[in-house]
C-alpha cells in the first residue's frame, strides 16, 4: 500500500507508525528463501549480511515516508516506527556482564536508534563489529534519519539477563564464525541462582517470562540513557501466552486466563510507576491480547 493511499484514511487526532518492529530482519527476514521464491536483493540470499542489509533499507523507508509526510502531505498528526525490544540487566556486577548489556541494546533497538542520535548513524559497536557486512549511509541519509521520529515506541514483553559469551567478547568479535556473532552477548531468563525471572508463558514462546518490573526499568532507561533526547514514549505493544491456552476446546477455560491477568495489571502497575515516580513521559499503552488491540 502506497503512504499517499493509507494516510488518507481518517483525519482523527491519530500518531502514525510506519513499520510495526523492524527488528524482523533480525530474527525472520533473513532466514528468508531469498532467490528461490523472490529475488535476492543485492544478490544477498540470508544470514547476518541479508539482516542489515534489510535494517538498513528498512530506516531509510521509514526516514523517507516521514519526510513526506511532514513536508509533501503536510500531516498535522505524529509520525514514528514501532520497536521490537526487551529489558537487559547485567548478570552480574562485572564490567563484561555490563558491556554484554549494553550490547543487547545496541544489536536490537540501538540498532534503529538513529532518528534519536545526534549524528543519525548506527551504534559504534555495530560498525567496529560488523565492517563490511554492515552498509554505510551518505551524510544526507543521515540527515534524513535523523529526527525522523516524533515519539518512541517501543513493545516491552518481556527481560533478561545480560552476560559475556564464553571466551570472551575479543574473541567474539574477531570471528565471523562465532555463534554469538555478531552481537557477541549473551542473554537468558534464568537468575545466576538458578530461578526464573518470573512466571513463564507459554511453551511455546520458550523466551517469555513475565517480568512487570523490567517495564519501568525500560522506559527509564531509554528516555534517561539509550535515547534520552526522546520527547515522549508509548507501550504499543505488551501482553502475554496463557500456558497450554492452544489446547483450550471450551470458553470457560479461555476467561480463566489468571496468569494473562495479573500479567496485564502488574504491566500497568510499573507503566503507572514509571509515569508517577520516575518522571518518564509516556503517553500511551496499547495491550496486545488474542482478538485485536486496544488502547488501555
Excluded at 513536508?71 to 529489558?87: L, P, Q
Excluded at 558491556?99 to 536508534?113: H, M, P, V, Y
Excluded at 563490511?132 to 516491552?156: M, V
Aim: glycine share 8%; proline share 7%; net charge negative.
Amino acid at each position: 500500500m502506497q503512504p499517499h493511499t493509507c494516510y488518507f484514511t481518517t483525519n482523527h487526532n491519530i500518531q502514525w507508525f510506519t513499520i510495526n518492529e523492524p527488528q524482523y530482519c533480525n530474527w525472520q527476514y533473513s532466514y528468508y528463501p531469498a532467490g528461490r521464491y523472490y529475488p535476492a536483493p543485492n544478490n544477498v540470499t540470508g544470514g547476518v549480511e541479508a539482516r542489515f542489509l534489510c535494517g538498513h533499507h528498512t530506516l531509510l523507508a521509514h526516514a523517507k515516508v516521514a519526510k513526506w509526510y511532514h513536508n509533501e502531505f503536510k500531516g498535522r498528526h505524529r509520525i514514528t516506527f514501532k520497536n521490537s525490544g526487551n529489558y537487559f540487566e547485567a548478570n552480574s556486577t562485572s564490567a563484561e556482564d555490563e558491556e554484554a548489556r549494553q550490547r543487547n541494546f545496541d544489536f536490537s533497538i540501538g540498532w534503529f536508534g538513529g532518528p534519536w542520535h545526534d549524528d543519525g548513524d548506527y551504534p559504534a559497536s555495530l560498525k567496529s563489529t560488523l565492517g563490511d557486512l554492515l552498509p554505510t549511509f551518505t551524510q544526507e541519509e543521515k540527515d534524513l534519519i535523523k529526527g525522523s521520529c516524533d515519539f518512541y515506541a517501543i513493545d516491552p514483553y518481556s527481560s533478561f539477563l545480560a552476560f559475556e559469551v564464553p571466551g570472551g567478547l575479543d574473541a567474539c568479535v574477531s570471528n565471523r564464525s562465532h555463534p554469538s556473532f555478531p552481537d557477541c552477548a549473551g542473554s537468558v531468563s534464568t537468575a545466576p541462582n538458578g530461578f526464573p525471572i518470573g512466571p513463564a508463558a507459554d511453551p511455546n514462546m520458550g523466551w517469555f517470562f513475565s517480568a512487570p518490573a523490567g517495564v519501568r526499568r525500560f522506559l527509564k532507561h531509554i528516555t534517561t540513557v539509550l535515547f534520552p533526547s526522546v520527547p515522549d514514549i508509548v507501550v504499543s505493544e505488551f501482553g502475554f501466552a496463557e500456558p497450554f491456552e492452544a489446547s483450550w476446546r471450551d470458553l470457560n477455560s479461555a476467561l480463566w486466563d489468571l496468569k494473562r491477568a495479573d500479567y496485564f495489571q502488574q504491566y500497568l502497575d510499573n507503566i503507572l510507576l514509571a509515569i508517577h515516580e520516575d518522571g518518564v513521559n509516556v503517553t500511551g499503552a496499547w495491550g496486545w491480547v488474542s482478538f485485536e488491540k486496544r488502547l488501555t
